[in-house]
């Protein structure tokens, strides 16, 4: 079965996601249980936990639309169980949280909000189930908010550091969360799905994105004088070195936590997804699988070029994500000015720094066909063992068809044909 679909091509550059670089390291901190259908009296459910990022949450994608969700029904066709998630993921989670305390709150997940940190988010699930050993499949990711999200948008950061960063936080932090996680939940499976090129060498570069890559990078002093070409091909392998370096490390630590369990007379049962997106996949490239601005299909006017780049686009675009009038509303009433209560200069522009950044949270974030990729190469990786992990309500539930192993990458040289497991 092939899936075709128009994939949004647009003009801007690649550094329109800088206000995602605010939204990233941001969490949100109520307790998200997301459930679209109400609990059937069906025996012998699965039970699925969601923990993680704004990629695990499906940032500007509706419910139908997220990775989590297209799994749940799949599993739900292939064992003929019941499966019941349980969604803690949310825009922003870091692995561990700095220190302080959250002053907005929300329950609207798309809302960025420090908290809660993912292994918060392990915390709030353990209480929910009560019986953890319950638990079957777990999907988590995390790590690019530790490493900050700015880091790898501006176009002065050192490589050398980058890297370092990278596998402290992607390879020895996640070690740690996956080694309590299957601690916590000692029955589940637990499949942890890559990240991607956010910038490549094919995503556009106009006066426009000039613009906002100045205003992003310049902020150090040493990168003033960089030159336009010097800063794109700096983010360009920036962007490169987080792709590689995250997805080795975040392999590594799989590998290690599933060694120690074996060595422990246990069986391995954490999997690892690479997600394969292409060069031609990043941001704002001909054939994006991320979320950009709404452009419509006409060019922008002299003054309406003019009014985007003199305030970085905050007057004349929205994102072009599925939820942003939801979501826009969310982060207005979240950010809204406090009443009765005197603010400082710096807390105010903080407000309003966050409040813009909220409703934008969505770009850079896998779209629809971006989040069918990521629920392809999950399912590459439960097609062996749903038999195995007992999953099945009966053996016929399993097609015949699939007799061998079948690899987790999907991505094909164009996202038109992108193959669907079925």
Not at 76 to 97: D, L, M, N, P, Y
Not at 213 to 219: G, S
Not at 221 to 243: C, G, H, T
């Given at each position: 079965m092939r899936i075709r679909e128009l994939i949004s091509k647009s003009t801007l550059a690649p550094l329109m996601i800088a206000i995602l670089a605010l939204v990233a390291v941001s969490t949100s901190s109520a307790q998200r249980t997301l459930s679209a259908n109400p609990q059937s009296s069906v025996p012998d459910p699965l039970h699925m936990l969601v923990l993680g990022d704004s990629i695990m949450w499906g940032q500007g994608l509706k419910t139908q639309d997220k990775t989590w969700w297209r799994l749940k029904n799949w599993l739900q066709a292939?064992?003929?169980?019941?499966?019941?998630?349980?969604?803690?993921a949310h825009s922003g989670a870091a692995i561990e949280a700095g220190a302080g305390s959250e002053r907005f709150t929300s329950n609207d997940g798309e809302v960025n909000l420090f908290r809660p940190s993912i292994n918060e988010q392990v915390d709030d699930a353990r209480s929910f189930y009560g019986t953890t050993s319950k638990v079957d499949l777990i999907l988590v990711n995390g790590c690019i908010n530790d490493v900050d999200v700015r880091n790898l948008l501006d176009a002065s950061t050192s490589l050398d550091l980058l890297e370092v960063s990278i596998k402290e936080k992607c390879g020895g932090r996640m070690e740690s969360?996956?080694?309590?996680?299957?601690?916590?939940?000692?029955?589940?499976?637990i499949v942890v799905p890559g990240y991607y090129r956010i910038i490549s060498s094919l995503s556009s570069h106009n006066s426009f994105t000039r613009r906002l890559v100045k205003n992003l990078t310049t902020q150090k002093p040493e990168a003033r004088e960089m030159s336009d070409k010097q800063m794109r091909e700096n983010l360009v392998a920036i962007s490169e070195l987080w792709y590689q370096v995250s997805t080795r490390s975040l392999a590594n630590a799989v590998e290690a936590v599933n060694a120690e369990l074996l060595q422990n007379a246990g069986k391995p049962r954490i999997l690892f997804a690479e997600i394969e997106f292409a060069p031609e996949h990043a941001f704002s490239a001909p054939d994006t699988l991320l979320w950009n601005f709404m452009f419509g299909s006409t060019n922008l006017s002299g003054l309406r070029h003019a009014i985007v780049v003199i305030t970085l686009g905050t007057a004349a675009y929205k994102a072009d994500d599925e939820v942003r009038d939801r979501r826009s509303k969310s982060c207005k009433e979240t950010y809204q000015r406090p009443k009765g209560k005197r603010e400082e200069k710096a807390e105010k522009e903080e407000r309003e720094a966050r409040y813009l950044a909220c409703r934008y949270?969505?770009?850079?974030?896998?779209?629809?066909?971006?989040?069918?990729?990521?629920?392809?190469?999950?399912?590459?990786?439960?097609?062996?063992?749903i038999?195995?992990?007992?999953?099945?309500?009966?053996?016929?539930?399993l097609p015949k068809t699939h007799s061998k192993p079948v690899s987790g990458h999907f991505v094909t040289n164009r996202t038109s044909d992108i193959v669907v497991l079925q």
């Amino acid at each position: 079965m092939r899936i075709r679909e128009l994939i949004s091509k647009s003009t801007l550059a690649p550094l329109m996601i800088a206000i995602l670089a605010l939204v990233a390291v941001s969490t949100s901190s109520a307790q998200r249980t997301l459930s679209a259908n109400p609990q059937s009296s069906v025996p012998d459910p699965l039970h699925m936990l969601v923990l993680g990022d704004s990629i695990m949450w499906g940032q500007g994608l509706k419910t139908q639309d997220k990775t989590w969700w297209r799994l749940k029904n799949w599993l739900q066709a292939k064992t003929g169980r019941e499966v019941r998630e349980k969604i803690e993921a949310h825009s922003g989670a870091a692995i561990e949280a700095g220190a302080g305390s959250e002053r907005f709150t929300s329950n609207d997940g798309e809302v960025n909000l420090f908290r809660p940190s993912i292994n918060e988010q392990v915390d709030d699930a353990r209480s929910f189930y009560g019986t953890t050993s319950k638990v079957d499949l777990i999907l988590v990711n995390g790590c690019i908010n530790d490493v900050d999200v700015r880091n790898l948008l501006d176009a002065s950061t050192s490589l050398d550091l980058l890297e370092v960063s990278i596998k402290e936080k992607c390879g020895g932090r996640m070690e740690s969360l996956l080694r309590r996680v299957t601690r916590e939940f000692p029955n589940a499976y637990i499949v942890v799905p890559g990240y991607y090129r956010i910038i490549s060498s094919l995503s556009s570069h106009n006066s426009f994105t000039r613009r906002l890559v100045k205003n992003l990078t310049t902020q150090k002093p040493e990168a003033r004088e960089m030159s336009d070409k010097q800063m794109r091909e700096n983010l360009v392998a920036i962007s490169e070195l987080w792709y590689q370096v995250s997805t080795r490390s975040l392999a590594n630590a799989v590998e290690a936590v599933n060694a120690e369990l074996l060595q422990n007379a246990g069986k391995p049962r954490i999997l690892f997804a690479e997600i394969e997106f292409a060069p031609e996949h990043a941001f704002s490239a001909p054939d994006t699988l991320l979320w950009n601005f709404m452009f419509g299909s006409t060019n922008l006017s002299g003054l309406r070029h003019a009014i985007v780049v003199i305030t970085l686009g905050t007057a004349a675009y929205k994102a072009d994500d599925e939820v942003r009038d939801r979501r826009s509303k969310s982060c207005k009433e979240t950010y809204q000015r406090p009443k009765g209560k005197r603010e400082e200069k710096a807390e105010k522009e903080e407000r309003e720094a966050r409040y813009l950044a909220c409703r934008y949270a969505s770009l850079g974030h896998p779209n629809k066909m971006g989040a069918l990729v990521y629920t392809e190469a999950i399912k590459g990786q439960l097609h062996g063992i749903i038999k195995s992990a007992a999953w099945l309500r009966n053996l016929s539930a399993l097609p015949k068809t699939h007799s061998k192993p079948v690899s987790g990458h999907f991505v094909t040289n164009r996202t038109s044909d992108i193959v669907v497991l079925q």
